[in-house]
């Protein structure tokens, strides 16, 4: 056991011993080294031992019985109509794009739970809290894990989209899960039962990793990767499973910077590059906007570590555009910027997005003030929560706007969960959730959070009632947004 003295140095109690049960009426979480506590890194003294932080973990049930997280959202909270919430969530945005947003939203029930970040936010701002924190993916559904190369080649399996990270507890990234298999079981046709046993192997995935990981060297966890296809991997799956991840594993090899280039662009007649124009996707911009971005890419190179400034220094800008990217994304700024090395064969794609304000904000803590621009934000999150990280990822301002700066084709492809049923459908749920434990075990307390989950079903029990609920209320927020459209209370571009 620990305690801060007045100098906020962490000394270790010489007169208990270090595997006391904590008292379960006075826990100290201050014994958990947990993101934006506001401790100054201090090599001389050691950590609590990984012991006795999971026995914190064990004694946080007392304080939030695990079988609370099956409370339903519309329990004793009045819930705010969801509309408002996506509303004031648009403000900001390019008028002109959220009809579009608001249609792909209304297209089923899993696109609206893709586009409401906003909503789940404030509907578990209202649930039950461990009180461990962790970096938080904050929109870690289904169809935000996907495959991408690392800066050595190898395609790896991990989470790939970060708008929302920020500082939070660790349960809410597992509630967003567990509630997406929920609804896309749904969609893929799965009954009830079919649905809870997706979603009991989904939260068996989560506990099984962070066990494992609770004891493990730190930098051991930090050179975990997630290799599919290869024998030494993460995790090991049924035949049907593996075809499906050898196969997208096999697409993200051809998704390249060369690739995109014969998609997107064509040569002019002076022999020069152009973006192919795709309305409402791809779209031309003004030349004092196009002057802005080049600006904010001179910017951006501050951001990167000297020698891929380096790098994007031997690069130059041929030509930007416009793009709409994603669900909840659409309507910020998006740009994609064209460049060439050495050649014309040698293109770069860099996607420059606008980082706007975490869904989680207002229902969490004020982030570390270096953490207030939300292009570093989103840094931060991605290289905390992803076993490697995109060699020209970086962030920039323009016009005083903060922007993530990261390659548009990074060798990445994504399984289609639309396709999956049975045990591939069960075993992506697993997978996604065995790699969100090892995210979080990046940042926060394996340890704590493994013995707060324990060796039994009763975590696993209770997200499978909150995630059927969430279905629920899901389909009835997705109904109130089809009603608004053909009412005219809200402008939907669909089919886009």
């Not at 966890?221 to 030494?232: D, F, I, K, S």
């Not at 994007?312 to 994304?329: E, K, P, T, W």
């Not at 990445?412 to 591939?424: F, H, Q």
Request: aromatic share 8%; with cysteine; glycine share 8%.
């Amino acid at each position: 056991m620990v305690t801060k003295t007045n100098s906020n140095r962490v000394k270790p109690v010489r007169n208990q011993p270090r595997s006391a049960s904590p008292d379960r009426g006075n826990i100290d979480l201050s014994e958990l080294r947990m993101p934006a506590d506001g401790h100054k890194i201090d090599v001389r003294y050691p950590r609590v031992p990984w012991e006795r932080r999971r026995e914190i973990g064990k004694a946080l049930r007392e304080r939030t019985p695990r079988e609370s997280h099956g409370d339903k959202v519309s329990g004793t909270h009045k819930r705010p109509d969801p509309l408002y919430l996506l509303e004031v969530n648009n403000r900001g945005r390019q008028e002109q794009l959220v009809p579009l947003r608001m249609g792909r939203m209304a297209a089923s029930p899993f696109a609206f739970l893709r586009g409401s970040a906003c909503v789940m936010a404030w509907d578990l701002s209202k649930t039950t809290s461990s009180g461990i924190r962790v970096i938080i993916d904050g929109d870690a559904h289904l169809n935000n894990f996907g495959m991408y190369g690392t800066p050595q080649r190898d395609v790896i399996f991990d989470l790939n989209d970060f708008d929302e990270s920020t500082i939070g507890p660790w349960e809410w990234d597992l509630k967003r899960l567990v509630a997406s298999v929920n609804v896309a079981g749904r969609q893929n046709g799965l009954n009830p039962n079919q649905r809870a046993e997706a979603v009991l192997q989904c939260v068996a995935g989560y506990r099984w990793n962070i066990q494992r990981l609770q004891d493990m060297g730190v930098l051991d966890v930090w050179y975990l990767h997630a290799y599919p296809g290869r024998e030494q991997t993460l995790f090991k799956m049924d035949a049907k499973s593996d075809a499906i991840f050898r196969k997208t594993a096999a697409k993200a090899l051809t998704q390249t910077n060369s690739t995109l280039l014969a998609k997107l662009a064509q040569r002019e007649v002076n022999g020069g590059w152009r973006f192919r124009e795709t309305p409402p996707i791809l779209t031309r911009i003004s030349d004092p906007t196009r002057d802005h971005i080049i600006e904010g890419l001179n910017l951006y190179s501050r951001s990167l570590p000297p020698e891929r400034a380096y790098m994007l220094s031997q690069y130059h800008v041929v030509d930007i555009a416009h793009r709409i990217v994603g669900i909840g994304s659409v309507g910020t700024r998006a740009y994609l910027a064209l460049l060439f090395g050495n050649c014309d064969s040698d293109p770069l794609f860099l996607q420059i997005k606008e980082a706007v304000a975490p869904a989680h904000g207002p229902y969490l803590p004020p982030l570390p003030k270096v953490y207030a621009d939300h292009g570093k934000r989103e840094v931060m999150g991605q290289t905390s929560l992803q076993a490697s990280s995109d060699v020209m990822l970086g962030h920039t301002t323009i016009e005083g706007r903060p922007y993530l700066v990261r390659q548009m084709k990074n060798m990445k492809a994504s399984i289609e969960t639309e396709a999956l049923t049975g045990k591939s459908f069960g075993f992506y749920a697993w997978a996604c959730a065995a790699l969100l434990a090892r995210g979080h075990s990046r940042s926060g307390d394996a340890a704590a959070i493994a013995g707060y989950c324990g060796g039994n079903t009763a975590l696993d029990e209770a997200l499978v009632v909150w995630a059927e609920d969430y279905g629920d209320q899901t389909e009835r927020d997705h109904e109130r947004l089809v009603g608004a459209i053909k009412s005219g209370r809200v402008r939907a571009i669909t089919g886009v």
